[in-house]
C-alpha cells in the first residue's frame, strides 16, 4: 500500500524533523521555471560545482551489483535502470529496465513500482537497504511528476513505513531535460564570437546591438567567457561520415550549368578534394583561426587536376574555403552548446542534491557513482 509523503511523515514508523522546510524545498524543485532560474545563477558563479558522490562502501556496493548485473545481462551504455534490495541473508537483483518513450514510461517509474510491490509483499527489516541504479540522473522535469522527486518522495516513504534506507546511484547528469534541453539551442557561432571579443557584458551587449546579433542574457554571456577560456578544440571527434560529405555540399553546386562531360570531371575532382581533405581534421585541439588557417592553406596549395579550367579552380578553391569557415564555426558553436548543456545538466543534479540532503540524510544518499577504469570502458 502507498501513501502520501505528508502521511507516511505523520504516520510511519519514522519520523522527518523539519517537514515543512523539506515540502517547500521540494515544492521549488517541482517548479522547473524557478528552479532553471536558481540553477543559472549558480552556473553563473560557477557554484555547486563538484561531484557528489556516495560514500566509498556504497560506492563499492554499486560496483558489485553492477559487475553482477552486467555479467549476467550484458554491458549497456543507453538509459536503463536496475535495483537492488539488500537483506540479511540474501540479494534481490531486479532489472535492468529501459524507458518507453511512446508511452512516457520512465525506468525510473518501473523500478519504483517494483521497489513498492517487493517491499509490500514481506516482513521488512529495518536493516533491508534498497540501492537504485540509472544510466543517467533522474530526470527533474517532464509531463508529469519527474522521477527524481517521485524517487524522493518514495524513499521517504519506505523509510517512514518500512524503516529502509535507499541509495541512488547514477553515471550521467541529466538535468532537467537532459540532452533535449534547449536553454542553449540559439547560441550561434556570431554571438559565441562578439563574446569573446567583448571584455564584460555591458560592451558586449553594445557590441552585439551594432551587429544586430540577438544579445545573450549576462548569465549566458558569463557561461560562454568561461567556457572561451579553453577554446580550443579537435575538429576529428565532432566531425565523422557523412557529416563530413554533407559540410561541401555547395562545391558541387558550382557545376550544374556545366555540360555534362565536364560536370562529370568537376565533380570527380570536387570528391578527390573532399577525400583529400580529411588530413584536415587534426586530433589535437585547435582554436577556430588555427582551424580556418589550416583550411585556407589547404585550398590554396591544393594541386587539382589539369583537366579543370583557372576559373573553374578558383571558384572551387573559394567555395571550399566557404565551405570550411561555415563547418568550422558551426561545429565550434555546436561544442559550445553541448558544453552549455553538460555543464548545466551536472550544476542541476548537484545543486538538487546539496538542496535536499540536509533533510534526507537519515534515509537517502543520492550521488553520481564512480567506477573503476575497467568497469568505466563497459559503460562508455
Given at each position: ?141 517532464r509531463n508529469t511528476n519527474a522521477c ?112 555534362e562531360e565536364e560536370k562529370e570531371i ?73 558544453k552549455l548543456t553538460e555543464d548545466f ?36
Amino acid at each position: 500500500m502507498s501513501c502520501t509523503p505528508e502521511a507516511c511523515v505523520n504516520g510511519g514508523r519514522k519520523t522527518l524533523s523539519d517537514t515543512g522546510s523539506f515540502f517547500e524545498q521540494m515544492s521549488a524543485w517541482a517548479d522547473t521555471q524557478y528552479s532553471v532560474k536558481k540553477v543559472l545563477k549558480h552556473l553563473k558563479f560557477r557554484q555547486a560545482n563538484d561531484d557528489i558522490s556516495p560514500n566509498e562502501s556504497v560506492n563499492k556496493k554499486f560496483m558489485e551489483f553492477h559487475r553482477d548485473i552486467t555479467e549476467e545481462c550484458g554491458a549497456e551504455d543507453k538509459q536503463h535502470s536496475w535495483a537492488v534490495i539488500e537483506k540479511q541473508e540474501e540479494i534481490v537483483m531486479y532489472g535492468p529496465y529501459y524507458p518507453n518513450y511512446n508511452s512516457g514510461e520512465h525506468s525510473e517509474d518501473i523500478i519504483i513500482k517494483q521497489t513498492q510491490e517487493l517491499l509490500e509483499s514481506e516482513s521488512v527489516s529495518e536493516e533491508w537497504k534498497v540501492y537504485v541504479f540509472t544510466m543517467n540522473s533522474p530526470c527533474l522535469a517532464r509531463n508529469t511528476n519527474a522521477c527524481m522527486l517521485n524517487l524522493v518522495y518514495k524513499a521517504l516513504e519506505w523509510w517512514s513505513v518500512y524503516g529502509v534506507k535507499t541509495h541512488i546511484g547514477y553515471l550521467k547528469c541529466w538535468g532537467f531535460k537532459g540532452t533535449k534541453e534547449n536553454l542553449f539551442k540559439d547560441i550561434t557561432y556570431s554571438q559565441v564570437d562578439c563574446v569573446d571579443q567583448s571584455e564584460d557584458h555591458k560592451s558586449y551587449v553594445k557590441a552585439a546591438e551594432k551587429t544586430e546579433i540577438n544579445p545573450l542574457c549576462e548569465i549566458v554571456f558569463t557561461a560562454v567567457k568561461h567556457l572561451l577560456r579553453s577554446a580550443s578544440f579537435a575538429l576529428i571527434n565532432i566531425v565523422q561520415g557523412q557529416d563530413w560529405k554533407g559540410c561541401f555540399k555547395n562545391l558541387h553546386g558550382i557545376f550544374e550549368s556545366l555540360a555534362e562531360e565536364e560536370k562529370e570531371i568537376c565533380t570527380r575532382e570536387a570528391n578527390t578534394v573532399i577525400e583529400a581533405a580529411q588530413v584536415l581534421l587534426s586530433e589535437t585541439s585547435e582554436s577556430v583561426e588555427e582551424y580556418l588557417e589550416r583550411g585556407r592553406a589547404f585550398a590554396l596549395d591544393y594541386a587539382f587536376s589539369s583537366q579543370l579550367s583557372d576559373a573553374i579552380q578558383d571558384r572551387m578553391r573559394l567555395t571550399f574555403q566557404h565551405c570550411w569557415k561555415e563547418m568550422v564555426q558551426g561545429k565550434y558553436a555546436e561544442l559550445i552548446r553541448e558544453k552549455l548543456t553538460e555543464d548545466f545538466n551536472q550544476c542541476t543534479v548537484r545543486l538538487f542534491i546539496r538542496d535536499i540532503a540536509k533533510f534526507t540524510k537519515e534515509y537517502l544518499e543520492i550521488g553520481r557513482i564512480e567506477f573503476s577504469e575497467e568497469a568505466s570502458q563497459v559503460v562508455r
